[in-house]
């Protein structure tokens, strides 16, 4: 599928590609950074105020998913080609060179232009991120766009995110070509996909794109998420965007997929096992082995491959559930077989009805409390020591640390914590992080604090909580200074609402007390605490099902 077409329809393409990878409005170059970030490209861009952007959250549950003729199914038809990898700054892209096939789709043929990262994800299934998502952007010969979403969580290595990888952290606003060809076997198309009406996820998120979301989830090893982490060090994912009116559709790839393979002019064909990529996500014996057809001067290394059988129709939920099901030992974490999408199945306060966290609807009408309602902090400077748990950075209070009062009760701090991105949303966005400052009353009853911080300016209270070395994972140390509370504003006004634990056992009847004021820390300060605990640790939004929201505010002691 090579880029043809008139000169004209070649320079919308290229228009495409420019606006793809980071338009410009005078005046202002869009980041991911608070002053330049998701949150205020709609001032720059007028495409971004529209009423088909993306990413959107899918209900996997919901009725509005609706099955589609198989005339608006789309076929997959990629080559193995060289790439160029380059970091823009914004991710990573991978740009084929030569001829990379394509997608057809309504008797269209798109021709794949290149494809990036976003971490993490920016689609969200049931209001939960994956650790990372895979764009490839695909353009017919009238530049018209269709881009192919695929998510991946932490789990075993997978071998098309090996096949990209380059021995290097590249640099950014450096290029790189591949060491080997991109097989595009390797990673399996044939599946379903959610499709959508949307725009580019990045300015000027242009509308117009034709979306198809992979709602598998695959894995990715801890270290193939490093290092593209490494390259850019921090979150790149615009927030989930209202869907308004579009409807959303189930639609499958034409299956098995066939992948061109060509050598020397001479074309072979091998389909690709249906469950292929996921053979690491499973505990059974080795069930097959992948029957590769190709010229023998192109050998493929010879691997056993672990699928699971199962109606098509059965979810990846119910698959993980199975998964679960037969481990008899259970250590609660991030990643997929033991993160919070598997805390249902052990621990039975996390099926409960109000779960933390939540997103915070602002533009809700927020009730008032009366004065005696508030909360009042009475916190002293003391000694700290800090642990790597292998969740999070967790400190102690050594002494006294002081407490806060709430209806009369007092609440004495137990310790304080982070979660990257923020557990808490706004108006469905992330913040870069969160702490948790967790206070028990006499009777053991809990409150919590959550304030949230977006990459800025540095910030005292984080400088002053830090140690000049990277924590190793279960070691503690003691802080080098006292900790003082004042240099963090807890007199602010804050989102009361009843809730639980946000890690295992997930117990109810906490009171939580989530800032509305999103502080600032420096990127040196946030990669910090990524070096000490190098991944995602944040239980995505729970229902908030019949709960209301109270506004209300500290006095400071």
């Known amino acids: 599928m090579g880029v043809s077409g008139s000169s004209k329809a070649k320079n919308k393409t290229e228009l495409n590609e420019t606006e793809i990878t980071g338009g410009a409005a005078k005046g202002f170059s869009w980041g991911y950074e608070e002053d330049n970030g998701a949150n205020v490209w ?75 990262f976003h971490m993490p994800s920016e689609h969200t299934f049931n209001l939960e991120h994956a650790s990372l998502e895979l764009h490839f952007v695909h353009a017919d010969d009238a530049g018209n766009l269709l881009v192919i979403g695929h998510c991946f969580n932490v789990g075993g290595e997978h071998d098309f995110i090996e096949n990209i990888m380059v021995d290097e952290t590249l640099a950014v606003h450096s290029s790189k070509g591949l060491d080997a060809d ?114 023998p001067e192109t050998p493929r290394k010879s691997k056993k491959i672990r699928y699971v059988k199962r109606d098509p129709s059965q979810s990846s939920i119910n698959l993980r559930k199975q998964e679960i099901e037969e481990k008899t030992d259970f250590s609660w974490g991030y990643e997929k077989n033991n993160g919070p999408n598997v805390w249902v199945e052990y621990y039975e306060a996390a099926n409960g009805k109000e779960q933390s966290p939540i ?139 009843p809730g639980s634990l946000t890690t295992p056992p997930c117990s109810e009847g906490v009171q939580w007390f989530v800032s509305n004021t999103i502080t600032s820390l420096s990127q040196v300060q946030l990669d910090w605490f990524r070096e000490a605990v190098p991944f995602d640790n944040a239980r995505p939004c729970q229902p908030i099902n019949e709960r209301k929201l109270c506004k209300r505010v500290t006095e400071t002691n």
Request: proline share 3%.
């Open 42 to 116: 709609a001032k720059h861009f007028e495409a971004a105020n529209g009423n088909e952007q993306s990413p959107i959250n899918i209900d996997l549950s919901s009725e509005q998913l609706s099955e589609e003729g198989i005339d608006y199914k789309i076929e997959t038809d990629y080559k193995i080609c060289h790439a160029k990898l380059e970091n823009n700054g914004h991710t990573l892209k991978w740009t084929p060179v030569g001829d990379a096939g394509g997608v057809t789709y309504k008797n269209t043929e798109y021709n794949l232009v290149h494809w990036h």
């Open 182 to 295: 991109v097989d595009f076997s390797l990673l399996n198309f044939d599946r379903d996909y959610i499709h959508y009406p949307g725009s580019l996820t990045t300015p000027p998120c242009s509308e117009g794109v034709q979306w198809f979301v992979s709602n598998t989830i695959t894995s990715l090893s801890q270290v193939q998420l490093d290092w593209l982490r490494e390259a850019i060090p921090f979150d790149n994912a615009r927030p989930c965007q209202p869907i308004n009116e579009r409807k959303l559709c189930k639609r499958v790839t034409t299956g098995p997929t066939t992948f061109i393979v060509e050598h020397e002019n001479k074309i072979e064909t091998e389909v690709a096992d249906l469950f292929a990529e996921d053979e690491k996500e499973f505990e059974e014996e080795v069930a097959d082995e992948l029957e590769v057809k190709r010229n």
């Open 359 to 497: 997103d915070i609807d602002l533009n809700a009408e927020l009730s008032e409390e009366s004065a005696d309602d508030k909360i009042q902090t009475n916190y002293n400077r003391c000694e700290a020591n800090l642990q790597n748990n292998g969740h999070t950075l967790k400190w102690s209070p050594l002494g006294d640390a002081g407490s806060v009062t709430y209806k009369n009760e007092q609440y004495n701090l137990l310790q304080w914590h982070f979660h990257i991105p923020s557990e808490h949303t706004f108006n469905l966005e992330h913040a870069s992080i969160e702490l948790h400052f967790v206070h028990a009353d006499a009777a053991g009853n809990l409150l919590v604090i959550g304030h949230c911080f977006n990459v800025g300016e540095a910030h005292e209270f984080i400088e002053n909580i830090m140690i000049g070395e990277t924590l190793a994972m279960h070691s503690e140390k003691g802080l080098d200074a006292d900790v003082d509370f004042s240099l963090l504003n807890f007199n602010t006004d804050y989102i009361h609402y």
